[in-house]
């Protein structure tokens, strides 16, 4: 049982380019999530899954898209990179909208 | 808006002691409220969840108050160690909001030998 896993791990992009995260789940949970985290601010919901094939906008939704085509899986992507979005992401599921959070180990962003 | 403050950035204790972290929140009324640890470099860990209808969880050395009059968390620490340092997020979910969580800024505790 891996848990949460997030792929890549660390990656830098210039301003205006395109990449897209991998979030994967193998405990059959229904909700996924995608928040950022910044020093000073805590973590910030940025779009949300509450099953395969839907999606929705958390706090932070600018500048990010999301997909959720299988259910074990959640991409985030964003389409032109900017410096403000430099940040750690982390990706969590849960099997409802009460059970807790589990989350991945986090993908360090870094847009210059 | 919603709003999370965790007592301060960071506290720090001698091992044996008892740590208490606070979480206040305003306007809010949140069913129920969690506590997360977060080491450096790593996703948050789950730890307890305490329901708007409940006074008092324990598990181990973890205890967590939740008081929905004084709109305040309590999270405690006992027999403190230096394994417990750590940064601790609160977190909180309305009873209308599917599957949301609103996190404060954490704490992070020091235990020093």
């Known amino acids: 049982n891996a848990g949460v896993t997030q792929t890549p791990k660390f990656r830098v992009l210039k301003t205006g380019q395109s990449m897209t995260l991998l979030c994967a789940q193998d405990m059959n949970h229904e909700y996924m999530y995608w928040y950022r985290q910044d020093p000073g601010m805590g973590l910030r919901l940025i779009h949300y899954s509450v099953g395969e094939g839907t999606t929705a906008k958390g706090e932070v939704p600018d500048g990010y898209n999301v997909s959720r085509l299988k259910k074990q899986n959640f991409l985030l992507g964003l389409e032109s990179a900017a410096p403000s979005q430099t940040s750690v992401y982390f990706c969590a599921s849960s099997r409802d909208r009460v059970e807790t959070q589990y989350f991945g180990p986090g993908t360090r962003l870094l847009v210059l | ?113």
């Open chain 2, 1 to 113: 808006s919603q709003k999370i403050e965790q007592n301060s950035e960071a506290l720090n204790i001698q091992e044996g002691k008892t740590a208490t972290l606070t979480c206040n929140y305003t306007n809010y009324s949140p069913a129920y409220l969690q506590w997360y640890r977060q080491d450096p470099g790593r996703g948050p860990v789950f730890l307890l969840l305490i329901r708007e209808n409940e006074k008092e969880k324990r598990k181990e050395r973890l205890k967590v108050t939740f008081d929905t009059t004084l709109k305040q968390s309590l999270f405690h620490i006992t027999a403190s160690q230096p394994a417990d340092s750590a940064t601790y997020l609160c977190a909180l979910r309305g009873g209308s909001t599917l599957g949301r969580l609103y996190f404060g800024r954490g704490t992070q505790l020091t235990v020093w030998p």
